[in-house]
């Protein structure tokens, strides 16, 4: 199964925008990311490539190209400082999770 | 509203076997794959396995100690996990799946986990 790499850290101060890159994703598999809060179970908070949830923000969106999708996370608040996984299916049925970006809103 | 309620930590040794449970509310409890993740301590998510109907599906570093399985009767979700090491020591979320292609399936609704020790 194809593994997915993530930046183990990103940051950016309140309004920026930044950017999550996952790499390894196969082009015909999409991608989905999740939110992980310290001590909390994680979120879904995009699937197929670029859907939102309903509930979830806006401030959140998603893109896919070749075998890289990204995570843009723009106006950033305190409240997105988490934990972010990409996944998707590496082939054969099973489900890879990148190594998870650590967002510091500085 | 969807839930999904895990049973509570617990603490086995090396070697022993143990039987994870997660009770569904609030959807056709059959009508949708589930899955098992799990997060070692500080790590990062692991799949581990997936049950869709009668198929299932397993992670290369669990198949043939985990069994994941269904009581449609109870709508719970189980996984029977054996000859559990340290490296097993993990907090196991169980999850709803959704989507259209399998390929492209993703973890809609997560319970809250169960932490699983292993130690002696």
């Known amino acids: 199964q194809s593994a997915l790499t993530q930046p183990a850290s990103v940051s950016g101060s309140p309004g920026q925008s930044i950017t999550i890159s996952c790499t390894g994703a196969?082009?015909?598999?999409?991608v989905s990311w999740y939110q992980q809060h310290p001590g909390e179970a994680p979120q879904l908070m995009i699937y197929?490539?670029?859907e939102r949830p309903s509930g979830i923000s806006n401030r959140f969106s998603a893109s896919q190209s070749g075998n890289t999708a990204s995570l843009t996370i723009s106006g950033l608040q305190a409240e997105d400082e988490a934990d972010y996984y990409c996944?998707?299916?590496?082939?054969?049925?099973?489900?890879?999770f990148g190594g998870g970006t650590k967002l510091t809103v500085l | 509203e969807v839930q999904l309620l895990q049973s509570g930590g617990v603490l086995v040794q090396p070697g022993e076997s143990l039987r994870l449970s997660c009770a569904a509310s609030?959807?056709?409890?059959?009508?949708?794959?589930m899955s098992w993740i799990r997060q070692a301590p500080g790590k990062g998510l692991e799949w581990v396995a997936a049950?869709?109907?009668?198929?299932?599906y397993y992670a290369d570093s669990v198949r043939g100690r985990f069994t994941i399985s269904r009581d449609k009767s109870k709508n719970t979700l189980n996984l029977q996990v054996s000859r559990l090491r340290s490296d097993d020591t993990a907090i196991y979320y169980c999850?709803?799946?959704?989507?259209?292609?399998?390929?492209?399936?993703?973890?809609?609704?997560w319970g809250r986990g169960t932490l699983v020790t292993v130690s002696s």
């Open positions: 999850a709803k799946m959704d989507g259209k292609l399998i390929e492209n399936w993703w973890f809609d609704f």
């Open positions: 609030g959807f056709t409890f059959t009508a949708f794959a």
């Open positions: 049950v869709d109907g009668e198929q299932t």
């Open positions: 196969s082009t015909y598999n999409l």
């Open positions: 197929e490539g670029n």
């Open positions: 996944c998707s299916n590496g082939g054969g049925l099973n489900w890879v």
